[in-house]
């Protein structure tokens, strides 16, 4: 499929099938709208009234056009109330659109959307993002897929020309949200560390970074007794990556994207009961594939800042060789853990990533991670909680998240809480209580990062979705590419 930019008139486009976009409450055709109701014989007007198609957001109705006419299909698309267009309106009203056409089975498929904020480059490239999101499609473990997926060919969008930028720019950022997809919906027997240390060396070699893979030895060495506390049941070897993108020049910034990487999370000894969604934790490397994705991403745009890409890749199984729940293990900052809980085991792998990134004297860090459950009951599904002491950071990432349309809220760091995961014999226990159990996770993260800016994002709601969700489809989502990105590029900006 392309995605091409055309400045044909509305009134002269052909194809298969034509999309409008149109806002709430003003679904009166006028101007050009109204000649192409007249050019179809009134088939726009006749089907707005017989649907009461009223343009609210994520609605769509379409219509067959007169046949022989240079049109075959219209789909109309509710982008809401004008004043409350989100950028992110036209990227999910265009994901609803692919999907119609990929239904009717459109090869060539016509967009007349509205610009958001009178920015032609943002607009084109989040209905480039919407379209090509909604249309992934993941067969790789079907023998025969039932679905034979779209047909779509060509998709112009009308009154874009110029904007070729926003269109490569989609695509970069698409292949690395696709790439995040593929990692976490695939499962534990096919995503493992060895597998994912592969595929950061494969992102290298395409794309020119640089990737340093620490074995189990080179950790020991560096002293990163809690990662290795959690890998140690499993008859996987951990593998503790770190890829670099250095752009040609100096560098604006330099920063750190650090992603859980627990390939499956069995819960340890603490083993994962019934209902616990055990057979769900193949997701539990979610934030390692968006860091991977982000990774991909950002060496394709090139932006003017230094990044690493850190992932204490590992397995929390069970086995004679296992954690025992109380077991003492040493960080590589060489503060002791009583792991009280086998299962709050994301914290212990990110605790000798984050103090290996704290040592690379850099701007910031920001850590993605499925971490609580506890974050999930707080703020949904859809919703990623973010913890930071650093304001600059919160809304550097609150900004990012804006424009992706992937949502984030700030959650307290309420240093009190602290006082949950005091422990009698060691510097600190890794789970406290249940309420603010993903506070309290983030405050045992802050006690690793003594010197860098450092943001926590916990992705364990939206890194899957059950049910179709704008432009995800049931399954893994790619969370967190489209924001990271966003926020390396702007702090590339010299903003
Ligand atoms: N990987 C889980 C968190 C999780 C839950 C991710 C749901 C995705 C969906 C994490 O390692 C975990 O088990 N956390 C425990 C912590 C508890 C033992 C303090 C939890 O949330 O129950
Ligand atoms: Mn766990
Ligand atoms: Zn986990």
């Avoid at 007169?66 to 982008?79: D, F, M, W």
């Avoid at 999907?99 to 498929?109: H, Y």
Wanted: proline share 4%; net charge negative; aromatic share 6%.
């Amino acid at each position: 499929m392309t995605i091409q930019l055309s400045d044909k008139p509305l009134l002269e486009w052909a194809g298969d099938s034509l999309a409008i976009g149109l806002f709430e409450d003003a679904v009166e055709l006028t101007g050009e709208l109204a000649t192409l109701d007249q050019k179809f014989s009134g088939v726009l007007k006749e089907l707005i009234a017989e649907e009461e198609f009223k343009g609210k957001a994520n609605t769509t109705i379409f219509t067959r056009v007169n046949p022989g006419s240079a049109v075959r299909k219209l789909i109309l698309v509710g982008l809401g109330k004008p004043d409350a267009l989100k950028l992110d309106t036209l990227r999910r009203a265009a994901a609803a659109v692919a999907r119609v056409a990929k239904k009717q089975k459109s090869k060539i498929l016509g967009f007349n959307f509205p610009l958001w904020n009178n920015d032609p480059a943002a607009s084109a490239q989040a209905i480039a993002e919407g379209i090509e999101l909604a249309l992934y499609q993941d067969i790789r473990f079907k023998s025969e897929p039932e679905d034979k997926g779209s047909q779509i060919e060509t998709v112009d969008l009308l009154g874009f020309s110029g904007q070729e930028a926003a269109i490569t720019r989609a695509n970069q950022i698409v292949s690395g949200v696709n790439l995040a997809r593929e990692l976490v919906a695939a499962p534990a027997n096919a995503v493992t560390p060895i597998t994912l240390a592969e595929t950061a060396q494969a992102i290298a070699k395409d794309h020119g970074l640089q990737v340093e893979i620490l074995e189990k030895e080179d950790c020991e060495k560096l002293g990163m007794g809690a990662f290795l506390g959690v890998a140690q049941a499993s008859e996987l070897p951990p593998k503790f990556i770190h890829l670099t993108y250095k752009p040609e020049g100096t560098p604006k910034k330099k920063l750190a994207i650090i992603g859980k990487g627990v390939t499956f999370d069995s819960g340890g000894l603490n083993i994962k009961g019934a209902g616990s969604g055990i057979e769900t934790m193949k997701m539990d490397m979610g934030g390692a594939a968006a860091t991977l994705g982000a990774a991909k991403a950002i060496a394709q745009i090139k932006p003017d800042v230094e990044v690493h890409f850190i992932s204490a890749v590992a397995e929390n199984m069970i086995s004679g060789r296992a954690m025992h729940p109380g077991d003492i293990l040493t960080a590589s900052n060489g503060k002791t853990i009583e792991v009280n809980n086998t299962d709050a085991e994301g914290r212990l792998t990110l605790a000798d990533a984050l103090v290996f990134a704290d040592k690379l004297g850099l701007d910031a860090i920001v850590d993605l991670a499925t971490l609580t459950g506890a974050n999930v009951i707080a703020l949904g599904e859809d919703i990623a909680g973010l913890y930071t002491p650093d304001d600059a950071v919160a809304s550097q990432l609150e900004k990012a998240a804006q424009t992706s349309g992937e949502k984030i809220w700030r959650m307290p760091m309420e240093e009190k809480y602290f006082e949950g995961l005091k422990s009698g014999i060691a510097d600190m226990k890794n789970t406290g209580p249940r309420p603010g159990g993903s506070i309290t996770a983030a405050l045992f993260l802050k006690q690793f990062v003594k010197e860098t800016p450092w943001a926590h994002l916990d992705i364990a709601g939206p890194v899957w979705t059950d049910k179709e969700n704008g432009y995800n489809g049931a399954g893994a989502t790619g969370y967190g590419v489209r924001t990271l990105v966003n926020w390396v590029e702007g702090e590339g900006s010299g903003e």
